[in-house]
């Protein structure tokens, strides 16, 4: 949990941190309609070229972006094999039949007890994960020496591994930029842009103040709650818990252990907090002052016009191709 960078700010020194944060919400929104925009599988592996250029550009460690991802590494696996099995368009590229003997099926449970047993001495755990799987389809695929008692076949076509590859990429980009808004934004920059942002809502008469600050709030203690999580997590360790190992009625046990003090400290948390913010005369619905003011520069207008002009490229690409 400790390397979990979502709601996270992670000191810097390029032009996506010295950027007006009204204009890095407004660039993220317009770089979302271009890419669900977009509609080709070639563009869109640009786009994310186009990210990976910005990352060094940016002083933004590639390390950092994967940590954003890797929450939602499960979801974009899934994702792709969903696609991979039930979209069956396009062109027939091959098939895996995969074979059931007791052999291979007994061998596949030991190479998947192997990866849990080993997964806990190693960083690269997506990668070692990958390999595991890669390791089983080849035995269930390739070694039948016994009497086998099921198969299962899997037809690939091709728009299903090219849609596949889109809608991953896609995913990947959404989370990236969304990552590279958090890391490069302070908290309270952040919420003040939001508030900007949102302020022309006021017109049908929508809070907007409250609603940047509760969103504010939310980013801000997302990490903090993580780390709160992480101390409870080494606590429990230290006292014999293994939230690894064990039956599933052992793991509730284990989880219930967590929630309990999360729950508590959250509730002490927001506690702390509406003391922190009475003390300071906060009172809902009341204008306020801000020790900082945002400040729009050359910089914003340039970055504007470009995530601008890529959306309307995106939209013409759209159209024309």
Do not use: H
């Not at 409250?210 to 606590?235: C, F, H, Q, V, W």
């Amino acid at each position: 949990m400790k390397n979990i960078v979502i709601g996270r700010y992670i000191p810097g020194d390029s032009f996506l941190y010295r950027m007006d944060p009204r204009v890095k919400l407004i660039a993220l929104f317009i770089l979302f309609v271009a890419v669900f925009v977009i509609d080709e599988l070639l563009v869109m592996g640009l786009a994310l070229l186009g990210i990976l250029v910005l990352l060094p550009l940016g002083k933004i460690s590639l390390k950092k972006v994967y940590f954003g991802l890797r929450p939602l590494l499960f979801l974009l696996i899934f994702t792709f094999v969903f696609q991979i099995l039930f979209n069956t368009q396009g062109r027939l590229l091959g098939t895996l039949r995969l074979t059931f003997d007791p052999l291979n099926v007994a061998l596949s449970v030991g190479i998947f007890a192997a990866w849990l047993f080993l997964k806990r001495f190693t960083s690269f755990t997506f990668i070692s994960f990958l390999v595991m799987v890669a390791g089983v389809l080849t035995l269930l695929s390739q070694l039948t020496l016994l009497a086998s008692f099921g198969s299962f076949t899997i037809a690939i076509y091709e728009e299903g591994l090219l849609f596949a590859i889109f809608i991953l990429l896609r995913l990947v980009i959404i989370v990236t930029l969304s990552t590279i808004l958090t890391i490069t934004t302070k908290p309270t920059d952040l919420n003040l842009g939001l508030e900007r942002v949102l302020k022309p809502l006021k017109i049908i008469r929508v809070n907007t103040e409250e609603i940047a600050m509760i969103i504010g709030i939310s980013l801000r203690y997302i990490p903090t709650l993580l780390d709160e999580a992480n101390k409870i997590i080494l606590a429990q360790a230290s006292r014999g818990v293994d939230f690894q190992e064990g039956k599933i009625k052992d793991k509730v046990v284990q989880i219930i252990s967590l929630l309990v003090p999360m729950f508590i400290i959250s509730f002490q948390r927001s506690d702390e907090l509406a003391n922190a913010m009475e003390a300071r005369c906060f009172v809902p619905g009341k204008p306020r002052t801000r020790l900082n003011q945002l400040t729009w520069k050359p910089l914003d207008t340039a970055v504007l016009v470009v995530t601008l002009t890529l959306m309307i490229v995106s939209i013409g690409v759209r159209i024309l191709w």
